[in-house]
């Protein structure tokens, strides 16, 4: 499936919508092939969705998370995180779209081990004492 006929499927607001491309585009500028590999469209199809989404929300005046609470007079609007979402997923987690997003970039997210860990090498590094 292409971008475009994923977008279709998971988000038909924008799916339908003339600005479809402009979307792609933009979230193509923020969306590598090389980090996603395989799911690069998927990827590239959910940050056009979260952008969208987030630009939809109250005229494009948007806030962070879920909408947990508001007020009529003097205008009062609290957000809260969705529950079970990472705090270092900022930006993503304020859409459904950008959750699954944030799952793809930790599912291809480099693999990060450490060998041979010394005390004293590291003790000497942040001295400024390399090997």
Do not use: W
Not at 97 to 119: D, H, K, T
């Amino acid at each position: 499936m292409t971008p475009g006929e994923i977008v279709q499927l998971i988000c038909p607001t924008l799916g339908s919508s003339p600005n479809l491309a402009a979307y792609l585009e933009q979230a193509a500028l923020y969306t590598s092939p090389a980090f996603f590999g395989r799911y690069y469209d998927r990827a590239l199809a959910l940050r056009a969705c979260h952008m969208y989404t987030l630009d939809s929300r109250m005229g494009g005046v948007g806030g962070s998370g879920e909408i947990s609470s508001m007020k009529e007079g003097d205008l009062a609007i609290g957000y809260h995180k969705a529950s079970g979402a990472s705090s270092s997923a900022g930006y993503l987690n304020q859409t459904s779209y950008g959750g699954e997003l944030y799952q793809l970039i930790r599912m291809n997210g480099p693999a990060v081990s450490v060998q041979g860990y010394s005390p004293d090498a590291v003790a000497n590094a942040e001295q400024g004492r390399l090997p």
